[in-house]
């Protein structure tokens, strides 16, 4: 593994997700197995050294001039072993230094304190240290001293690779966190023994061995004790970590180098994206603009995430009038509210959905009013509440809804996603607990279904052969037929611009919901039907590509990480 290569390869493996972070750990392994830097004859080998290491250990163990005796067996672990050179040993932290050091010093002396919060997980970066009198941590905290090296042993942050040698501590000793297993090795590089910490080959078989509850889990000081510890010879541990930084410092450009080049495309998206959608007076014809954005496409969506913006651009390129042209000939949204109230009337007369029902959405329309000052629509479109163009729209039942493993699908806040109703996840009802939580109408596919909370503003269509009970904190708006298109009230509610149509703003201390009144005043900019079904059309095409191109960049993504993988697992695998 050289520079050559790395830089070589790096803009192809670059884009993968997390590319350089497992760069960074590919290199670790290398260089733990040897294969980072060349072997010298002339070098000491490590049995050799480890020799000297147990008799020094035992000169000061000896002489009284040592920390606390480790208490475990110092017998490395046979597991997960793999090839080294001829000049190499294995060993364990316990047989090449103190485990849990102790420092002896005067109360009075000014030393280092350093929480887990001033540790780095990255590698080179040193850690962080205030100043206080060794009398005020001596006690409760984990004892350290110029050259240790330490690794947290908690989860987040072991999982993450954060590890230490402590340098530049006040008079030469520190203490920390008690979340710290800490080593003061003999006769080896320090740095040497970081990279090993900050290795996945460490890492990954410390996680499952780590004990306690989630959230709260530890590395027992018996793998940190005696996991197995590939040791070079001393003069090779210098060349090594001198490549591990030279490695780690190229990753830190490139990394910045494509932090830079990821900013300047997501604000040239972004950019694009506002003047594609802004209703300044620089707008241009909808037939340009969507040229515009469908040859820009590809150079704006580089990683699948960026898709998401796309869509959500088209949706609000669809709710200003910018995706079709508008046609004077179409019955205008005035007349199309003015249908729908006649036919809305004559379903409340026959006392639809039901008395009681039919006289509270009677009294509800009648509260209806459109605000002033509202943006200016296209030409023969109209600004309305959802329950003016609705037939009528209904809260669901408050209350927790008896689940029972099979029966009528219920409806959660859950299963309404990204304009869609995703049955995953999602429980069932009796029929007699079904005709209880739907007496104040029966939900009927084509109906719209909106989301008051957990999340707030989510919006679905309920689709053909589908019969559904609506749980907590949900609402729906039942349309008259051949009036407004369902598919583009769903569209239309799917606008970046929604809690700005809401004129019930929301409330909640801690989670923020809609009213029910924010819900039946919602603000609709209404195009004429026949617009409607065209934009419904245009969306439809639109996200035909998105999903198109979607594709495309997840096989091109796993063609990067197949590549990757290829590249890490053909090194391994050579001897």
Same mark, same amino acid.
């Not at 887990?116 to 060794?134: N, Q, R, T, Y």
């Given at each position: 593994?050289?520079?050559?290569?790395?830089?070589?390869?790096?803009?192809?493996?670059?884009? &993968?997700?997390?590319?350089?972070?497992?760069?960074?750990?590919?290199?670790?392994?290398?260089?733990?197995?040897?294969?980072?830097?060349?072997?010298?004859?002339?070098?000491?080998?490590?049995?050799?050294l480890?020799?000297?290491i147990?008799?020094?250990?035992?000169?000061?163990?000896?002489?009284?001039?040592?920390?606390?005796?480790?208490?475990?067996?110092?017998?490395?672990?046979?597991?997960?072993? %793999?090839p080294?050179?001829?000049?190499?040993?294995?060993?364990?932290?316990?047989?090449?230094?103190?485990l849990? #050091?102790?420092?002896?010093?005067?109360?009075?002396s000014?030393?280092?304190?350093?929480p887990?919060? =001033?540790?780095?997980?990255?590698?080179?970066?040193? %850690?962080?240290?205030?100043?206080?009198?060794?009398r005020?941590?001596?006690?409760?905290?984990?004892?350290?001293?110029e050259?240790?090296?330490?690794?947290?042993?908690i989860?987040?942050? =072991? *999982?993450?690779?954060?590890?230490?040698?402590?340098r530049?501590?006040?008079?030469?000793v520190?203490?920390?966190?008690?979340?710290?297993?800490?080593i003061?090795?003999?006769?080896?590089?320090?740095?040497y023994?970081?990279?090993?910490?900050?290795?996945?080959s460490?890492?990954?078989?410390?996680?499952?061995?780590m004990?306690?509850?989630?959230?709260?889990?530890?590395?027992p000081?018996? @793998?940190?004790?005696?996991? #197995?510890?590939?040791?070079?010879?001393?003069?090779?541990?210098?060349?090594?970590?001198?490549?591990?930084?030279?490695?780690?410092?190229?990753?830190?450009?490139?990394?910045?180098?494509?932090?830079?080049?990821?900013?300047?495309?997501?604000?040239a998206?972004?950019?694009?994206?506002?003047?594609?959608?802004?209703?300044?007076?620089?707008?241009e014809?909808? +037939?340009?603009?969507?040229r515009?954005?469908?040859?820009?496409l590809?150079?704006?969506?580089?990683?699948?995430?960026?898709?998401?913006?796309?869509?959500q651009?088209?949706?609000?390129?669809?709710?200003?009038?910018?995706?079709?042209?508008?046609? #004077?000939?179409?019955?205008p949204?005035?007349?199309?509210?003015e249908?729908?109230?006649?036919?809305?009337?004559?379903?409340?007369?026959?006392?639809?959905?039901?008395p009681?029902?039919a006289?509270t959405?009677?009294?509800?329309?009648?509260?209806?009013s459109?605000?002033?000052?509202? #943006?200016?629509?296209?030409?023969?479109?109209q600004?309305?509440?959802?329950?003016?163009?609705?037939?009528l729209?209904?809260?669901?039942?408050?209350?927790?809804?008896? @689940?029972?493993s099979?029966?009528?699908?219920?409806?959660?806040?859950?299963?309404?996603? %990204?304009?869609?109703?995703?049955?995953?996840? %999602?429980? @069932?009802?009796?029929?007699?607990? @079904?005709e209880?939580?739907?007496?104040?109408?029966?939900?009927?596919?084509g109906?719209?279904?909106?989301t008051?909370?957990?999340?707030m503003g989510?919006?679905?269509?309920?689709?053909d052969?589908? &019969?559904?009970?609506? +749980?907590?904190?949900?609402?729906?708006?039942?349309?008259?037929?051949?009036?407004v298109?369902?598919d583009?009230?769903?569209?239309?509610?799917?606008?970046?611009?929604l809690?700005?149509?809401i004129?019930?703003?929301?409330?909640? /201390?801690?989670?923020?919901? !809609?009213?029910?009144?924010?819900?039946?005043t919602?603000?609709?900019?209404?195009p004429?039907?026949?617009?409607?079904?065209?934009?419904?059309?245009?969306?439809?095409q639109?996200?035909?590509?998105?999903?198109?191109? *979607? /594709?495309?960049l997840?096989?091109?993504?796993?063609?990067?990480?197949?590549? !990757?993988?290829?590249?890490?697992?053909? *090194?391994?695998?050579?001897?």
């Open positions: 593994m050289s520079a050559d290569i790395l830089l070589r390869e790096f803009e192809r493996l670059a884009s &993968t997700s997390k590319a350089i972070s497992r760069l960074r750990g590919f290199i670790f392994d290398l260089a733990l197995q040897g294969r980072l830097v060349p072997q010298h004859g002339e070098d000491e080998p490590a049995r050799d480890l020799s000297r147990a008799a020094m250990k035992a000169e000061l163990e000896r002489s009284g001039n040592q920390p606390r005796r480790s208490r475990s067996s110092g017998a490395a672990a046979q597991e997960t072993r %793999h080294i050179p001829g000049n190499w040993t294995w060993t364990c932290m316990a047989e090449i230094g103190f849990s #050091p102790r420092n002896d010093v005067d109360d009075d000014p030393a280092s304190f350093v887990m919060a =001033f540790i780095s997980a990255d590698f080179g970066v040193p %850690h962080e240290h205030e100043e206080l009198s060794w005020e941590m001596k006690k409760g905290y984990t004892h350290f001293a050259g240790d090296v330490g690794v947290a042993k989860t987040p942050c =072991f *999982e993450n690779g954060k590890s230490t040698v402590f530049g501590l006040k008079c030469g520190g203490a920390g966190t008690t979340e710290l297993h800490v003061r090795p003999i006769l080896v590089d320090p740095d023994l970081l990279i090993f910490l900050k290795s996945p460490f890492i990954d078989s410390g996680i499952p061995k004990t306690g509850t989630a959230g709260q889990k530890r590395l000081a018996d @793998y940190f004790a005696s996991a #197995p510890l590939p040791l070079p010879p001393v003069q090779e541990q210098r060349r090594i970590v001198a490549k591990v930084g030279e490695l780690m410092g190229l990753c830190d450009l490139l990394e910045a180098a494509d932090n830079v080049r990821e900013q300047c495309r997501d604000a998206r972004a950019s694009f994206l506002h003047r594609l959608v802004s209703d300044g007076p620089e707008r014809s909808g +037939g340009l603009e969507i515009r954005f469908l040859k820009e590809p150079r704006l969506a580089v990683r699948r995430e960026h898709v998401v913006e796309l869509r651009a088209i949706l609000d390129l669809a709710v200003r009038g910018r995706l079709v042209s508008q046609d #004077p000939e179409d019955e949204a005035r007349a199309l509210l249908r729908i109230a006649v036919q809305r009337e004559e379903l409340l007369a026959r006392d639809f959905p039901n009681s029902e006289k959405q009677r009294k509800k329309q009648r509260q209806q459109i605000p002033s000052g509202l #943006p200016q629509l296209p030409t023969g479109w600004w309305a509440t959802l329950m003016q163009c609705a037939a729209v209904v809260d669901c039942r408050n209350k927790t809804v008896p @689940y029972t099979a029966g009528v699908t219920l409806l959660r806040t859950t299963n309404i996603r %990204h304009g869609r109703i995703v049955l995953d996840d %999602h429980r @069932y009802v009796s029929d007699a607990t @079904y209880i939580w739907t007496s104040r109408y029966k939900p009927q596919p109906d719209i279904v909106i008051r909370e957990a999340p989510e919006v679905a269509k309920i689709p052969g589908l &019969t559904v009970c609506l +749980g907590q904190r949900l609402m729906l708006a039942r349309l008259v037929d051949g009036t298109d369902p583009f009230l769903v569209y239309s509610l799917r606008d970046s611009n809690m700005g149509r004129q019930d703003k929301p409330i909640g /201390a801690l989670v923020e919901h !809609l009213r029910v009144g924010g819900v039946e919602l603000l609709i900019p209404l004429p039907r026949a617009e409607q079904l065209r934009i419904v059309a245009r969306v439809d639109l996200m035909g590509l998105c999903d198109r191109l *979607e /594709a495309e997840g096989a091109a993504e796993s063609r990067r990480e197949s590549f !990757l993988e290829a590249v890490i697992h053909g *090194e391994f695998s050579q001897v």
